[in-house]
């Protein structure tokens, strides 16, 4: 039987609690509202939070970012509407990566092998090219390789290898993602 009255992060430190609260209430003004706020001044809220991104994000209504701070964000992505991301450690998105509706990422769990359920964090890092389709799911220290699809309703629980597809729960490997035109025609 776990015992959750054991339970302690005491360890782990998201930010002061000043900081938290404030994004708590930008958060829920300009990014999990249905409002459809500007991208520049998501863009800027973001990089005042600490969020460390290039230009050219896009990201739609109702959006979840636990900890911008946590967050790095590579040129031109993609962020759909609904999308959350759960993150309690850092999330790094490479450039030109979609992240479809709905989708959510995951970077902390619970040690179910321990009585006290002590919390585990792992990073998720999603490089350049990757599509992250609607309603899937990236789990805590998934490293989503350059170019790789993750299919809608999908669970990684391993890491995606580059300019692969996956699809399923737990995902697997569906085959080779080529591209039938050359980029800029």
């Known amino acids: 039987m776990i015992d959750l009255s054991t339970y302690n992060n005491n360890n782990?430190?998201?930010g002061s609690l000043p900081r938290r609260?404030?994004?708590y209430i930008v958060s829920l003004i300009f990014f999990e509202t249905r409002i459809p706020w500007a991208y520049t001044l998501k863009r800027t809220l973001l990089s005042l939070f600490g969020c460390h991104l290039?230009?050219?994000?896009?990201i739609k209504p109702n959006v979840k970012?636990?900890?911008p701070?946590?967050?790095s964000i590579g040129a031109d992505c993609w962020i759909g509407e609904g999308v959350w991301i759960d993150n309690l450690c850092d999330v790094s998105l490479g450039d030109q990566v979609v992240l479809s509706q709905g989708a959510y990422l995951l970077t902390g769990n619970h040690d179910y092998k321990k009585r006290s359920f002590d919390l585990i964090?792992?990073?998720?890092e999603i490089k350049s090219g990757a599509w992250i389709a609607a309603k899937s799911i990236i789990c805590p220290g998934i490293i989503v390789g350059e170019c790789a699809v993750l299919t809608a309703g999908s669970v990684a629980t391993k890491p995606l290898e580059s300019h692969s597809i996956y699809s399923g729960n737990p995902a697997t490997f569906k085959r080779k993602r080529e591209f039938t035109d050359e980029a800029g025609d």
């Open 121 to 124: 964090l792992d990073p998720i």
């Open 21 to 23: 609260a404030l994004w």
């Open 12 to 14: 782990y430190n998201a």
């Open 65 to 67: 970012i636990k900890y």
């Open 69 to 71: 701070w946590f967050l």
């Open 54 to 58: 290039r230009d050219g994000l896009i």
